[in-house]
């Protein structure tokens, strides 16, 4: 037996050894990363900033793996090219409404002009810019950041690659009797052509689009949830897009979309010309809470639409190629559960099993709040 100070002594004398062994394995392994980068990407200063991250990403693999294989395909993904100490200043181009006569509160889609952040801003679908709204807190301090799902694609709405657009509800409620305004909402409702924004960012992971061209997408969105579904949408099915993007989608999308009135439907007329164009690709499915009841009588919310398509939704998950997508209010998510957990159930599966292996498969993304 040995003691326990030779046991120690032991260890001791060893650690020189592996440290030199693990800092091999790390050279080597950090070397082999850089040169599978340089393959993938030509130098950055040879191509224009927006299709830096874009369609020459690395060829997926045939099966959605496990977790770290999923993080590793979007090492190349950028985050962070704009922090809240040195944000870029994007001047606002449009800012509109989106919403039709008679309908709820205020949503606008606004759009900001990023040809001047140097380095570029670029970002790609389903990624999340922070806003820091002017003014200060009642504390007298910046206000704090905001995060917003980019609503555009990676090329923007005037496919020229140097804007983002969002989609923004103004917050409003009401407390003792007094009407409180949303602060960045607010201020991101009420901005002007021509005004300037600071932008921090791009963020996020989690709602990447998959590589593959046969993935199938289910869309589950509520009112500005819309915002990264939007931008998947259109990378599929908008025309010039489709050109620049050189993504030729060939699976199918099924958006579930809640919206409080039909006036309050967002991008309606995209998806509807979506709809006429790519019949076989798109399929939609509206939940308007006040104007329609689901089997109960209470509001038709999209939980009950998933449960109305439960066989066809489960057919569909049950193929490895699809993904779903869950973006808007964070309540929305035990009603889905609950939904998922029945529509399972009719199919002699399990949905507490089965979302953490799809989640785990890098197929089961959600951003709620
Ligand atoms: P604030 O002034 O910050 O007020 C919010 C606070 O008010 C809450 O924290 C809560 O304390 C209080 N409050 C809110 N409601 C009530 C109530 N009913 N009663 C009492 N108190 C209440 N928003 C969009 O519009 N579009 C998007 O695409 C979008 N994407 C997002 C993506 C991510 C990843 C995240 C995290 C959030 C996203 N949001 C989006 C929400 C957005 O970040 C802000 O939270 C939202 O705009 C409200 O910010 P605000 O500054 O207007 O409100
Ligand atoms: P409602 O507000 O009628 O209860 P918007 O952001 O434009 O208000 O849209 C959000 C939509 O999501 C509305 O139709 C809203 O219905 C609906 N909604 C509210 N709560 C939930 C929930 N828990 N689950 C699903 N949908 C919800």
Known sequence: MYSQSTVIAGGLAHIPVVIGVFSFIQKSFSKRASNSLQEIEPKKSQINPVEQQS???PAPVA????????????????????????PFEGTVIENYSLL?????????????????????LNYIEGQSIGIMPAGEDNNGKPHKLRLY???STRHGDDFNGNTVSLCVRQLQYEKDGETINGVCSTYLCDIKPGDKVKITGPVGKEMLLPDEEDANIVMLATGTGIAPMRAYLRRMFEATEKEKNKWNFKGKAWLFMGAPKSANLLYEEDLQRYLTDYPDN????KAISREEQNTKGGRMYIQDRVLESANELFDMIEDEKTHIYLCGLKGMEPGIDEAMTKAAEEKGLNWSELRPQLKKAGRWHVETY
């Open 100 to 120: 039709k006569e008679g309908a709820i509160g205020r949503v606008n889609h606004i759009t900001f002009d990023l040809k001047d952040s140097d380095p570029f």
């Open 55 to 57: 369609d020459s990403r």
């Open 282 to 285: 798109f399929k939609y499915t």
């Open 149 to 151: 799902s980019i609503a």
């Open 63 to 86: 099966k959605a793996a496990a977790n770290t294989s999923v993080k590793k395909k979007h090492a190349d993904v950028p985050v962070n090219i704009y922090r809240p100490k040195t």
